[in-house]
C-alpha cells in the first residue's frame, strides 16, 4: 500500500513498548536494549590485527584499508577477518559485545599494542589504521581537515542511505510514500553533494586516494553502479557522472578488489571470501577474476 489512508494513520501512544512482531527484513534481531544474548568468546588468529565483520558496506571500507596497506608493503597489517552472521546473532555474543558494546560490525582488536586496543565504528577504524601505519590520511594539516571531513561526511550520511532509504524502500514490510520521498531526496542530494566535489577533485580529499575514499566508495559507489537496494533506476543514478568516473577507478585497484570478497557471503562463490587468514586464501581462481572487476 503506498501513502496512508484514514484508516492507516498512525497515532503514537503516550509511552512507547517494544512490539516483537513489527515485521521487516531484520526484526528477529531488531531489539531496544544493547548488551550480549549468549556467551561466547570469539575466535583469535595467528596475526595482532583481529577482524570480525561481514561484507556490507561498512565492513569492507575496513578490509579494503587493510588489504590497500599490505599493498603497500605494511607487514603489520596482516590480519585475520572472522565472519559475524549478523542476521543470526552473532554479533550479541559476549565476545564479540565486548569488542563493540554497539553490537554492530566491523569490530577490531589489535593486539599487537602493549595491551590490547579495541576500535569499533568504521570511520574510527579507518582512521585508527591509517594513524598507526602513516598511510592514506594525509600529514599537512589541510589536506587532513578535507580528509576527516569527508570521512565523517560518510558517517553522518549514509544512515539516511541505509537506515532511512534502503529501509524504507527495500526492507520495511509496507511501502510508505512518504517515507520513501523522503529519504530518496535527501540520498539523490547526497549524490550531488558528491558530484560536485568530483567534478572538481579527483578524490574527495583532493588528488590523492584516502581513508575517505575507502570510507564512501562502498555505499555510494556501490549506488551509482545500480548495486545497491535495486534502486538505480529509480534513483536515476546514471545522471552522476563523476561518481561514476569515481567508483569505475576505485573498482579497478586490486587491493579493493580484494577487500570486497572479504567476509562476503553471497553472490557467485569465486566472489565470496569467507574468513581471510593469510594472503594464499586469495586462491587462483580468485586471482584470476580480480584481473576482470564486474
Known amino acids: 500500500m503506498n501513502g496512508t489512508t484514514p484508516e492507516s494513520v498512525y497515532t503514537p501512544p503516550t509511552v512507547w513498548s517494544w512490539n516483537k512482531d513489527n515485521g521487516g527484513r531484520f526484526a528477529n534481531i ?7 544474548t549468549q556467551d561466547k568468546d570469539l575466535p583469535v588468529g595467528k596475526h595482532p590485527l583481529q577482524l570480525y565483520s561481514l561484507a556490507t558496506p561498512n565492513g569492507v571500507k575496513v578490509t579494503v584499508m587493510l588489504e590497500e596497506l599490505l599493498a603497500l608493503g605494511h607487514a603489520g597489517a596482516e590480519y585475520d577477518a572472522w565472519l559475524i552472521r549478523i542476521n543470526e546473532g552473532d554479533q550479541f555474543t559476549s565476545g564479540f559485545v565486548a569488542v563493540n558494546p554497539n553490537s554492530k560490525i566491523p569490530a577490531l582488536l589489535d593486539r599487537g599494542e602493549p595491551a590490547p586496543v579495541r576500535v569499533f565504528e568504521s570511520g574510527a ?3 585508527y589504521l591509517a594513524e598507526k601505519f602513516g ?7 589541510a589536506a587532513r581537515a578535507e580528509c576527516l571531513s569527508w570521512l565523517f561526511w560518510q558517517m553522518g550520511s549514509a ?13 520495511a514490510p509496507t511501502k510508505i510514500e512518504y517515507a520513501i520521498d523522503r529519504f530518496a531526496m535527501e540520498v539523490k542530494r547526497q549524490l550531488d553533494v558528491l558530484d560536485r566535489r568530483l567534478a ?7 588528488n590523492e586516494y584516502t581513508i575517505a575514499d575507502m570510507a564512501v566508495w562502498p555505499w555510494y559507489g556501490t549506488l551509482a553502479k545500480g548495486q545497491l537496494y ?31 570478497m572479504v567476509n562476503r557471503t553471497w553472490g557467485q562463490p569465486d566472489s565470496q571470501l569467507h574468513e581471510r587468514h593469510d594472503a594464499s586464501d586469495f586462491d587462483t581462481r580468485t586471482q584470476d577474476k580480480l584481473a576482470t572487476p564486474s
Do not use: M
Open 125 to 127: 577504524i579507518l582512521q
Open 159 to 171: 544512515p539516511y542511505l541505509g537506515g532511512g532509504f534502503g529501509h524504507f524502500y527495500a526492507y
Open 135 to 141: 598511510a592514506f590520511l594525509p600529514s599537512e594539516r
Open 230 to 260: 535495486e534502486a538505480g533506476v529509480f534513483l536515476s543514478v546514471g545522471e552522476y557522472k563523476n561518481v561514476l568516473r569515481w567508483t569505475d577507478e576505485i573498482a579497478q585497484r586490486p587491493a579493493v578488489q580484494r577487500g570486497r
Open 30 to 36: 531488531n531489539r531496544p536494549i544493547a548488551g550480549a
Open 200 to 206: 572538481e577533485s579527483r578524490y574527495l580529499a583532493g
